[in-house]
Nanobody
Framework: QVELVESGGGLVQAGGSLRLSCAAS????????MGWFRQAPGKEREFVAA????????YYADSVKGRFTISRDNAKNTVYLQMNSLKPEDTAVYYC????????????????????WGQGTQVTISS
């Protein structure tokens, strides 16, 4: 079993920044692909970014490329999402996600690929 606990959400003005954290615990988490999704009111959950604990490749939705950065701290078993130049359309509940092999970070583009979810953290961007 894997547990994911997010933190770092909040309310910021457009153009501002936030950093989300996802602390992972459980067995064999070094094998997981890790990612972030978000869900705005009335919309489907959508992919934001992903990486693997072992590899260096990162993947992003087109809507966040150049503004968001996903990273990891293996020693702390924590994945981060640095969000810059935030826009009102980034407002959503952000969920940390994890998937076992054979799912790779590159393949984590859809919710059905995810094995574990965090509880979600609200991010609100005011205009």
């Amino acid at each position: 079993q894997v547990e994911l606990v997010e933190s770092g959400g909040g309310l910021v003005q457009a153009g501002g920044s936030l950093r989300l954290s996802c602390a992972a615990s459980g067995r064999a988490i070094g094998s997981l692909a890790m990612g972030w999704f978000r869900q705005a009111p009335g919309k489907e959950r959508e992919f934001v970014a992903a990486l693997s604990w072992r590899g260096g490749n990162t993947y992003y939705a087109d809507s966040v490329k150049g503004r968001f950065t996903i990273s990891r701290d293996n020693a702390k078993n924590t994945v981060y999402l640095q969000m810059n130049s935030l826009k009102p359309e980034d407002t959503a509940v952000y969920y940390c996600a994890a998937a076992w092999p054979p799912t790779t970070a590159q393949a984590m583009g859809v919710p059905r690929a995810v094995d574990y979810w965090g509880q979600g953290t609200q991010v609100t961007i005011s205009s």
